[in-house]
């Protein structure tokens, strides 16, 4: 009898707790789906309002599915201009991902590998240089930029990019330094191999998830960016996507909606391609250096 108590008795305790971890899983899947439906919110209302003609857009009551869909706020999108944002927008993010990803792994690599007081009050610093208001870098950086004669240049609004996304690049391929094994690097240089060939044939293919995540972060970053493409530039062949939108649509007495948010459906998709082609390697970078080996 005693252990067919205790028997029941475990079973029922074993039925609460599964009870209870099915309860626990359930609401995480309410919170996610609610977390989902609030982020798809915004995204939804963009592809409704760009099938739609400029009277539906300011019906009331809202319209979710329009009565007669068009496509043709979407001949905006392959306009020439807006080609040509386009152009100005990929070159830019390209040349910001490509060299930021190279100065931030430099940077990361040797921070990493010191092991000084200094590394630590060099990172502190980059983490305090986000704090600073974009506004009054912009400022100096303006100033700069216009001593040398680089306004209304693919390079003025690169190096803004570089200022902004350097220090999270910088803290993300440090910790991903962190998490390779030293002994790898100190057996090379045990067998005579030098620098350069511990650097590209050992540490770069380490390091090559980290790249990608520092990357991609990068080139998001500088696509979606608005502030830099508008101080910096003063021409459409130069203006990047962004800050081209903004100032062809929104004028003072016109608003131009459903263009807008088709320019804007367009220019999400290059983005979508890139997580959903690098996704794996994106949060294998992200997460490889928050576990040491």
């Not at 939804?44 to 539906?56: I, N, Q, R, V, Y």
């Not at 040349?95 to 430099?106: D, F, K, Q, R």
Request: glycine share 4%; net charge neutral; aromatic share 12%.
């Amino acid at each position: 009898m005693t252990d067919l108590g205790l028997a029941r008795r475990d079973d029922a305790a074993f039925e609460t707790f599964d009870s209870r971890r099915s309860a626990a899983s359930a609401a995480s899947y309410l919170v996610m789906i609610v977390s989902l439906l609030i982020l798809l919110f915004p995204v939804a209302w963009m592809l409704a309002t760009a099938f739609k003609s400029p009277g539906e857009v300011f019906a009331v009551p809202p319209r979710w599915i329009p009565r007669r869909p068009t496509l043709e706020p979407f001949a905006y999108a392959f306009s020439p201009i807006m080609l040509r944002f386009f152009l100005n927008s990929m070159i830019i993010a390209a040349v910001t991902a490509v060299a930021t990803t190279l100065i931030g792994a430099c940077a990361a690599y040797i921070i990493s590998r010191m092991r000084h007081w200094t590394t630590d009050l060099l990172l502190v610093f980059f983490l305090g240089s986000l704090a600073f208001p974009l506004p009054l870098l912009m400022i100096t950086l303006y100033l700069t930029i216009s001593t040398f004669g680089l306004l209304d240049t693919y390079l003025a609004v690169v190096i803004g990019h570089m200022m902004l996304t350097l220090p999270v690049v910088i803290w993300l391929l440090k910790g991903f330094a962190d998490s390779l094994p030293v002994e790898v690097e100190e057996a090379a240089y045990m067998d005579g191999a030098g620098l350069l060939r511990i650097v590209s044939s050992i540490i770069i293919p380490m390091m090559k998830p980290g790249f990608t995540a520092a990357a991609i972060y990068v080139f998001v970053t500088s696509w979606n960016e608005f502030i830099f493409g508008l101080t910096f530039t003063t021409s459409n062949s130069m203006r990047p996507l962004p800050a081209g939108i903004a100032l062809l649509f929104l004028q003072e007495f016109q608003y131009q909606w459903p263009q807008m948010m088709a320019v804007a459906t367009t220019a999400s998709v290059p983005v979508l391609v890139l997580f959903l082609a690098f996704q794996k390697n994106f949060v294998e970078g992200v997460t490889a250096g928050a576990v040491k080996s």
